[in-house]
């Protein structure tokens, strides 16, 4: 196919075209995952809606295969494609801020950084992805879990409007008034419906956060987590969150040397508010004597890219979502950690919900967020070589804890395992009904490089 588009460029594109042999077209297809060596036959560099617009309509008239690249953080690597178009973003990344009506107008292509940055001068924000080079649409369309998901839900919740290019190339917007059925497809359907080319969100004062990671040697897992978990359940207060995780031992100076490139368990506690409330609210945690200790108030910025893990790793993600978490799940979880790909820069890790994620619940269609843990391994790693048995541990670490599992997932955390587990995302009666709206606004099918909802029947 790339044969016949070759030097071709789409009507009215006002971007930058790229395509095999150009200087910078190795850089613009590659993605976070390592795992991934895709060759587009385009990548069209967009800056503006009208550039998605003829991009689209290029591609679809030529019946090339769509993929269409925000932060390019998925797993799967659906943000490029063998011998088709990419639609990439990227410099559609503005973000304005109205400090005072507390709102944030975010284009298509801006990362989680970006945002971040803009808003952290008048001490606002909203839940946001925990690594900062996350695109923001893909994360909110998807449901959008984060550090203060507690405290103000998912990022999807925090959508006032989103503008949205359809396969058909038109321009639409939708909001609690206009487009309702679609608006409400995009809290959790991902990018089955159209580009976003312009997200609206509210935001939410933080005059100051605290973030803090205590670190164990990794034998002190069942006891730190059942410590967590009581904790957790015992009424922290929403301004708590943070995981669990086990992890290699980085090389930091609040890491002791003898404990540095070995397995650790340690907590996250991300706290919007002062250190010594969180420092109170987490005394339980401190009291398990830690042996390397970080608490700090920071800005929300660098809380948003303190974990930040490196491009160019191999990854394979998973996830299951837990009903309980009892000591017998915490036996399963702690026993799986011997297989997990290390050193390296992998993380087992378990995150509590509730709070304003499940109040939420029965608004969008996301029946995940019911679930009181989610438990998420995510592999990183070097050497190809490695990828069967990466890929084993996280698969199987999700099977160990199907005793307690809901059988719904959040799909952000997973790659391609199959359509019933894009089902599981929904619910089957929510998918039914993206479906419909998937048959409304893409009854071809164009967008089904994602976690794909087949269009309703008949279109």
Known sequence: MSDTIEHARPHGFGGVVLQDGDPAYDEARAVFNGMIDKRPAMIAQCESAADVQAALRYGVDRELEIAVRGGGHGVAGTAVTDGGLVVDLRRMNSVQVDPEARIARVGGGATWGDFDRACTPYALATTGGRASTTGVAGLTLGGGSGWFERKWGLACDALVSVELVTADGRLVIANETQNTELFWALHGGGGNFGVATSLTFRLQPLPTATLGLLLWPGEA??????????LIEGGAPDELGGAAVYLTGPPEEFVPAQLQGELLVGVAMVYA?????????FA???????????????????????????PGFRNYWSAEHLSAFPDAAVDAFCDRVTDMPSPSPSQQLIAPWG?????????WPLPHRKSAWVVHPFGLW????????????ARDLCADLQEWATGYVYLNFIGNEGQSR????????????????????DPENVFHLNQNIEPGWPC
């Open 355 to 363: 709070g304003q994620v499940l109040r939420a619940a029965d608004t």
């Open 284 to 310: 339980p945690m401190f009291a398990l004597a830690p042996e390397g200790v970080m608490v700090a108030e920071v800005p929300y910025d660098v809380v948003q890219s303190a974990l930040d893990d490196p």
């Open 221 to 230: 897992g069942p006891q730190v987590l059942r410590a967590y978990r009581d």
């Open 422 to 441: 894009v089902i599981a995302g929904f619910g089957e009666d929510n998918y039914r009904r993206l479906a419909r709206v998937k048959c409304e606004y």
């Open 273 to 281: 508010g002062t250190e010594a409330d969180a420092r109170e609210v």
């Open 382 to 393: 070097e050497d190809a070589g490695d990828d069967a048995r990466g890929i084993r541990w």
